[in-house]
């Protein structure tokens, strides 16, 4: 059973940097894919970034383009969400995702994964 824990979240005002962090415990297979998801209130819990444990790629949202980066400590079964010149919008609870295989072209959907964490929350304010 693969476990995830975020952490890293916090209050920061506009222009701010936050680094998210999913620990990941209880992988069996050799590649999961690892994907941050963005819930901002009221709205629908969305893609943001996707990891491929082996090292094979990434895929981010067309929103997180230039000011997000998704990265891995593979040693530690990490991953990283490093988000730069944070806006408002970006508010919201974050979660990170995992399952078995490469993200694909279905990395955004929420269905693609049934490990889940519990989420930690960024808020920006001008």
């Known amino acids: 059973q693969v476990q995830l824990v975020e952490s890293g979240g916090g209050s920061v005002q506009a222009g701010g940097s936050l680094r998210l962090t999913c620990a990941a415990s209880g992988y069996r297979y050799h590649n999961y894919c690892v994907t941050w998801f963005r819930q901002a209130p009221g709205k629908e819990r969305e893609g943001v970034a996707g990891?491929?444990?082996?090292?094979?790629?990434?895929v981010y949202a067309d929103s997180a383009k230039g000011r997000s980066t998704i990265s891995q400590d593979n040693a530690n079964n990490t991953v990283y969400l490093e988000m730069i010149s944070l806006k408002p919008e970006d508010t919201g609870m974050y979660y990170c995702?995992?399952?078995?295989?490469?993200?694909?072209?279905?990395?955004?959907?929420?269905?693609?994964?049934?490990?889940w964490g519990q989420g930690t929350q960024v808020s920006v304010s001008l």
């Open positions: 990891i491929n444990t082996d090292g094979s790629g990434t």
């Open positions: 995702a995992a399952d078995w295989g490469f993200c694909g072209s279905t990395w955004s959907g929420l269905g693609r994964y049934r490990y």
